[in-house]
């Protein structure tokens, strides 16, 4: 893979300064160094200072030149190459300085050359290091061949100088090419990081927008990472992350730790906030001190979709026998009809025939609502305003019945809008209505249904139905809206069940809030504005299926 230079400069540039700042610090040391000795008379008997002044003026020079250097790369003007050039040619003019003025090349003060050779040849392209290697070897050259002339005894270090240019080429050529592969392997490491960020990102967004929860647990038990469906599910927030499991999620620790001491058996479900899921374990590696990756399922999903798989087949069952049952059923009905209009039958007989009529009429109604399950459409949301349109229902509702309940509607505050069908919200409130009349009227005291609406901190729009009956025991409250279970022994056991169908149609969600005295109901709407998603993802899931 070839790496143009110029693509791969500008991510690295902060480096390239930080280099030009340990350069100047080693200019520093070597300058402050010089200036010592030379006070100090330590040129003397380590050096063979031929020329004392101008070894000074070098090295004050050199050291009053470091000043501006380390000024104009902490400010980083003028540009880095500019400063490069600067300070390679500063450096040889300085080494070179101090050579001639010692015993030449043999002192060896020509090596400090080496140093700033490489930190230049760093930073410049291979053919700009070449040529300081070409210009530090020709500065020496050149001081050796004066010093020839000048003293004309053989002095000159002819062999040694050659070498030290010979390293000065090697040193340039090698600090060039470290450097370039190196600027190459970071590049190439930044594009991987880039596309890892890329594909962590990716990962991270599919993982929040999964509707199954999911944690995972680091060998510590603490959690390292939960996704919105867990959090929602769990009851907690972002907080969460980093704590303990044990202290975050006590009942979900447990579940873990039986996991753990026998993987093979199905976990229970935990009970978590309003929420019961049923947690799912496996191992992200091999080791025991792999992370842990935990699925949550919602339980009530869970027996939802096997009521749904249940009543489905209920469904197709009863659409195939409902003329078998009904038939029969009707001819019954109308020989119980014939029978009650003779004059030849005795008060105990009419009283038989009363049965029979009862039932028969009871069976119809458990077909017709069976029938009512399997055909009932799918819902059409629109835009409603609860504070105008509920005053419309009770109204109507109350002017279909003889003898209805006392109503009475509470003032509700404008802007409660929802999205929901208004068919099927009229079938919703009807049913409760009809279920506080059937089951919340005594005698000693007139059956009053309170209807109220109002919004939640969280920004949901509630709407609540609550008579003035005698309530339910906690038992009933928990087994109310499956399907066939009553309390009345005319009842069919389908009018809750089929609200609550109705209200998950719609995005809805119907609970009991209060069991007695008098009961009360809570239906939560969907806020509209995160509605839309889940109502395409609705219609394209049956769409496809």
């Known amino acids: 893979m070839s790496t143009n230079p110029s693509t791969i400069t500008p991510p690295f540039v902060e480096q390239d300064w930080r280099a030009m700042r340990a350069l100047n610090l080693y200019r520093w040391v070597v300058a402050v160094g010089a200036a010592v000795l030379y006070l100090n008379d330590g040129t003397v008997t380590l050096f063979s200072v031929m020329w004392p002044e101008l070894f000074a003026f070098a090295s004050v020079a050199y050291l009053l030149l470091c000043i501006p250097s380390a000024v104009a790369a902490y400010r980083r003007w003028p540009s880095l190459n500019t ?51 070409a210009v530090a070897s020709l500065a020496l050259l050149g001081e050796e061949g004066w010093r020839y002339l000048r003293y004309a005894d053989d002095s000159a270090a002819w062999v040694q100088t050659g070498i030290l240019g010979a390293l000065f080429f090697l040193t340039a050529l090698t600090a060039s090419t470290l450097a370039r592969q190196a600027r190459a392997n970071a590049a190439l490491a930044a594009a991987r990081k880039s596309e890892l960020d890329d594909l962590s990102a990716l990962n991270e967004r599919i993982i929040q927008q999964m509707t199954i929860g999911l944690l995972v647990i680091d060998e510590r038990r603490c959690v390292r990472l939960i996704n919105r469906a867990g959090r929602d599910m769990l009851g907690i927030d972002n907080g969460a992350i980093g704590q303990r499991l044990a202290s975050a999620m006590p009942a979900l620790s447990w579940s873990l730790q039986a996991w753990l001491l026998s993987p093979g058996r199905t976990s229970d479900p935990v009970g978590a906030g309003e929420h019961s899921v049923i947690p799912h374990f496996s191992r992200l590696g091999t080791g025991e001190q792999s992370p842990i990756l935990i699925f949550l399922e919602d339980a009530r999903r869970v027996s939802e979709a096997a009521q749904q798989i249940k009543l489905a087949a209920l469904g197709r069952l009863t659409a195939s026998i409902a003329h078998e049952i009904r038939n029969p059923l009707s001819a019954i009905n109308h020989a119980g009809q014939l029978l009650a209009e003779s004059d030849q039958l005795e008060p105990p007989d009419h009283k038989l025939l009363d049965i029979v009529h009862r039932h028969t009429q009871r069976i119809d109604a458990i077909v017709q609502s069976v029938l009512g399950l399997s055909r009932r459409g799918q819902a059409l949301p629109s835009r409603l305003d609860l504070d105008e349109w509920l005053p419309r229902a009770v109204g109507e509702y109350q002017q279909s019945h003889d003898t209805p309940a006392d109503i009475r509607l509470d003032t509700l505050p404008a802007g409660l809008t929802i999205q929901v069908d208004a068919n099927q919200l009229r079938q919703i409130l009807y049913n409760l209505l009809d279920n506080a009349e059937r089951h919340a009227r005594r005698d000693d005291a007139p059956l009053i249904i309170r209807i109220g609406a109002g919004r939640t901190p969280a920004g949901e729009i509630w709407l609540d139905i609550a008579d003035n009956g005698p309530g339910m025991p906690d038992h009933v409250a928990e087994h109310l809206m499956e399907p066939f279970f009553t309390t009345d022994n005319d009842g069919t056991g389908l009018g809750l069940y089929v609200t609550r169908e109705l209200c998950e149609s719609n995005f809805a969600r119907i609970s009991v809030a209060q069991v007695r005295p008098g009961a009360r109901f809570r239906i939560l709407f969907a806020r509209p504005g995160s509605l839309e998603p889940r109502l395409s993802s609705t219609y394209q899931t049956e769409a496809t299926g």
């Open 83 to 133: 400063q490069v050039y600067l300070l390679i040619g500063t450096d040889i003019a300085f080494v070179v300085a101090l050579v001639l003025a010692s015993g030449g090349v043999r002192d060896g003060l020509a090596v400090l050359l080496i140093a700033p050779l490489a930190g230049a040849s760093m930073l410049v392209r291979p053919r700009m290091a070449m040529l300081f290697a």
